[in-house]
């Protein structure tokens, strides 16, 4: 089955500590994603890939940090410099051979800093 | 500043009536808007796209109309089943931004009582 698997599912994490979300996809997308969700928000961008080796910052960049070595593969750091980690996590990817520019959730990461 | 409004408050509905959501935004040149479906601690799932130049789609049991003018889209549900509660997030991508970079409202809780 083609689809975007993320993991941890629950991550918990001191203060103070780096850690890593994982997050792969087999379904051949050129575009890839990291949103952060929180209670009564909608989901904010942090950084995106169009290309591999290329990422942008989405709007809320500061304290996270990414890489795109692999077309598969997008996995988000969330650094000692987030000021409030606690949230859900999402990663997405999408192509530019749909015609609805539709977005491919994974599961989530629910991420709490102890 | 620029915002993308859906209503907090949950939607109580009936099963069997139509549910009607609402997207305001302000300060946006859509390109197109988008709507998913979120089920409690899961990824979106996307709906429905709409563009700019269009109107209404439909798909299903669903209805997107999209009025840029009024600046709003309205999603609606006919025929709302049990099956269908869950929250339903709209999102944007504007004229400005590079492709498949969304803006997201926070959404709204739909619940369907049989």
């Known amino acids: 089955d083609g689809g975007i698997t993320q993991s941890p599912k629950y991550l918990f994490r001191k203060e103070g500590q780096n850690v890593t979300l994982s997050c792969e996809q087999n379904?051949?997308?050129?575009?890839m994603y990291w949103y952060r969700q929180d209670p009564g928000q909608g989901l904010r961008l942090i950084y995106y890939?169009?290309?591999?080796?290329?990422?942008q910052k989405g709007d809320i960049a500061e304290g996270y940090s990414v890489s795109r070595e692999k077309k598969e593969s997008f996995p988000l750091t969330v650094t000692s410099a987030q000021k409030n980690p606690t949230a859900f996590y999402l990663c997405?990817?999408?192509?530019?051979?749909?015609?609805?520019?539709?977005?491919?959730f994974g599961p989530g990461t629910r991420l709490t800093v102890l | 500043s620029q915002k993308i409004e859906q209503n907090s408050e949950a939607l109580n509905i009936q099963e069997g009536k139509t549910a009607t959501l609402t997207c305001n935004y302000t300060?946006?040149?859509?390109?197109?808007l988008q709507w998913y479906r979120q089920d409690p601690g899961r990824g979106p799932v996307f709906l429905l796209l709409?563009?700019?130049?269009?109107k209404e789609k439909r798909k299903e049991r669903l209805k997107v109309t999209f009025d840029t003018t009024l600046k709003q889209s309205l999603f609606h549900i006919t025929a709302s089943q049990p099956a269908d509660s869950a929250t339903y997030l709209c999102?944007?991508?504007?004229?400005?931004?590079?492709?498949?970079?969304?803006?997201f409202g926070a959404g709204t809780q739909v619940v369907v009582t049989p």
């Open positions: 997405a990817s999408s192509t530019y051979r749909s015609s609805y520019n539709e977005q491919f």
């Open positions: 379904l051949n997308h050129d575009a």
């Open positions: 890939s169009q290309i591999v080796n290329d990422f």
């Open positions: 300060n946006y040149s859509p390109a197109y």
């Open positions: 709409i563009r700019e130049n269009e």
């Open positions: 999102a944007l991508r504007r004229t400005t931004d590079s492709w498949g970079k969304l803006q």
